[in-house]
C-alpha cells in the first residue's frame, strides 16, 4: 500500500459517493489532505436536490456526512467550482496526488421515440430537480394546467413524481418542496396520472415501502387492475427475493379495491406498457403504448397498441452522466470511462458516475471503498503541492469558492426562513445564496 503521509487528494462531487471516498481516506489513509469539490454552494448532491421533499427522514444522512467534514480538520468543502469550466482535470491532476470522479449522473436517458422533444416532456431529474428548488431546474415552467399526467416507469423515483404530484399543501406542509411547485400542483386540474411499466408486477422495481404511501394518500387514490397481479412470485426465485417480491404483490392486491375518481386524483399503476409515440402538436396531447409481454425474462412487443389522452409526460427511465473535455468517456453507457475505477494514472471515479444510476444511497458505500483502497495502493512519487496550490490557482483566476462554514450559514438563513412545520426554505438560485452570504 502506498505512503500516505502528506498525500492530498481531491474529490469532485459532495454527493454520497464523494463522500463515502472522504469517508474511508479519513479511516485508512488519515494523514492525507482532502478537498472535496461541488459545483454548486450546496453540498451532497441528491440527497439535497433529487430525494423526494416528502421523504425528510431520507435526507438526514446528510448529518453523518456534514459530521466527516466538521470532525476532520484535514477535510475542506469547497463549493462554487465547476469542473471544466473553473478548473481542468489537468489543473487537479498537477495539483493533488489523486483525483476522484464522483458528479454523479444527473442527466436524464431519453426514450428515443417520435414526439418526445414536444412542450412538456420531461425527465425525471428534471422534474424532481424543479420540485425541489434545484438551481438548474427552477425555470423548467411545466404546464400544470392539465387532467392528465403520465409517468414512464415503475421504480421508486417513478413512484416518487406521482405521489408529490397527487399530495395535497396540507400534506407537504412538513417539507421542503418548492412554493412555487407545491401551487402549482394544488392550483393543477389534474384528475388522472398514470404510472407505466414495460414489464409486469414481478419485475418492477419499487419497494414495498413506497409503494404503501401510494394507498395513504388525503385526497388520490391508486388503482391496478387485480387480474394481472400473480397471486404469488415464481417458484425458482430465491427465498429472500421471493419475500420482498409476494410483501409487493399484497399490496397491489390490496390497492386493486380502490375506485377510480372517489378523491380529487386517481393514480393508475399499470404495466406491460412500453410507449412508441408521444401524440400532439407542439405540446403532448396523449402517448401512444404498445403492450407487452414477459417470456423467458425478456420483454416482447405484442404490435397492440393503445392511446392514452395527456398533456404531460415524465420519463423515469435512468441516468447519465455528461463528459466533461479531457475525461474519457463510455456515451453508450453514460458514465466516464474505467478500469474497475482507474480512469487514468492518479485518477479514479466513485459512484453514479463509475456504474451508472442504480442501487440507493448506501449502495455507495462498498463502492467508494474499494476505489479508496485501489488509490491509496497506487499513491507513488513525488508529493503533489496540494491543496495550498489550489488556493492559489483560485486567486489568480479569481474563483469565488465556498467553504463549508458558507454552506452552514445558507443553510441557517433556509431554515430560518421556513414557515412552521417546514425544515427550510430553499433558496432557488446561486445568486440567491451568494447574495444571502453577502458574496457577489
Not at 495502493?377 to 469565488?400: I, T, Y
Request: aromatic share 6%.
Amino acid at each position: 500500500m502506498g505512503d500516505t503521509e502528506k498525500r492530498s487528494v481531491a474529490i469532485v462531487g459532495s454527493g454520497p459517493g464523494g463522500m463515502y471516498v472522504a469517508q474511508a481516506l479519513v479511516e485508512k489513509a488519515p494523514d492525507c489532505r482532502i478537498d472535496i469539490f461541488d459545483r454548486l454552494p450546496t453540498p451532497f448532491g441528491l440527497i439535497r436536490g433529487g430525494v423526494a421533499p416528502d421523504h425528510q427522514h431520507t435526507k438526514r444522512v446528510d448529518r453523518k456526512y456534514a459530521d466527516t467534514i466538521t470532525e476532520n480538520r484535514q477535510i475542506r468543502y469547497i463549493g462554487n467550482v465547476t469542473l471544466g469550466q473553473d478548473v481542468s482535470l489537468d489543473d487537479l491532476a498537477a495539483i493533488y496526488d489523486a483525483v476522484v470522479l464522483a458528479y454523479g449522473a444527473p442527466y436524464d436517458n431519453k426514450l428515443g421515440i417520435p414526439g418526445e422533444d414536444k412542450k412538456n416532456v420531461f425527465g425525471s431529474n428534471a422534474f424532481v430537480g424543479w420540485y425541489n428548488c434545484h438551481p438548474d431546474f427552477k425555470d423548467l415552467g411545466p404546464d400544470l394546467k392539465i387532467d392528465g399526467a403520465v409517468v414512464i416507469g415503475v421504480g421508486n423515483v417513478a413512484v416518487d413524481v406521482a405521489r408529490v404530484l397527487a399530495r395535497t399543501p396540507e400534506e407537504m406542509a412538513t417539507t421542503d418542496i418548492a412554493d412555487y411547485a407545491i401551487s402549482a400542483i394544488d392550483a393543477s386540474p389534474l384528475k388522472d396520472i398514470w404510472m407505466i411499466g414495460r414489464r409486469g408486477p414481478i419485475e418492477a422495481a419499487f419497494t414495498n415501502t413506497e409503494l404503501k404511501e401510494l394507498g395513504a394518500l388525503t385526497d388520490a387514490t391508486a388503482v391496478v387492475d387485480a387480474s394481472i397481479v400473480p397471486a404469488e412470485p415464481p417458484a425458482d426465485m430465491d427465498d429472500r427475493d421471493r419475500k420482498v417480491r409476494q410483501r409487493i404483490l399484497d399490496t397491489l392486491r390490496g390497492l386493486s379495491e380502490g375506485k377510480a375518481g372517489e378523491k380529487r386524483r386517481t393514480i393508475h399503476i399499470e404495466f406491460f406498457g412500453s410507449p412508441v409515440e408521444i401524440l400532439g402538436g407542439d405540446r403532448v396531447e396523449g402517448i401512444r403504448m404498445e403492450r407487452t409481454k414477459v417470456e423467458d425474462g425478456r420483454c416482447i412487443p405484442t404490435g397492440e397498441t393503445y392511446d392514452i389522452p395527456c398533456q404531460m409526460v415524465v420519463t423515469c427511465i435512468g441516468s447519465r452522466a455528461q463528459a466533461i473535455e479531457g475525461i474519457p468517456f463510455d456515451e453508450q453507457r453514460g458514465i466516464v470511462a474505467h478500469a474497475d475505477g482507474k480512469v487514468a494514472p492518479g485518477v479514479y471515479a466513485a459512484g453514479w458516475l463509475k456504474r451508472g444510476a442504480t442501487g440507493t444511497i448506501g449502495t455507495n458505500r462498498l463502492d467508494s471503498y474499494a476505489v479508496t483502497d485501489l488509490l491509496i495502493s497506487e499513491f507513488d512519487g513525488p508529493l503533489k503541492p496540494g491543496p495550498d496550490a489550489f488556493d492559489a490557482l483560485a486567486a489568480e483566476r479569481r474563483l469565488n469558492p465556498l467553504s463549508f462554514d458558507d454552506w452552514q450559514r445558507i443553510k441557517e438563513l433556509e431554515e430560518k426562513a421556513a414557515s412552521d412545520p417546514a425544515p427550510r426554505r430553499k433558496f432557488s438560485t446561486v445568486e440567491e445564496m451568494l447574495a444571502g452570504l453577502g458574496r457577489s
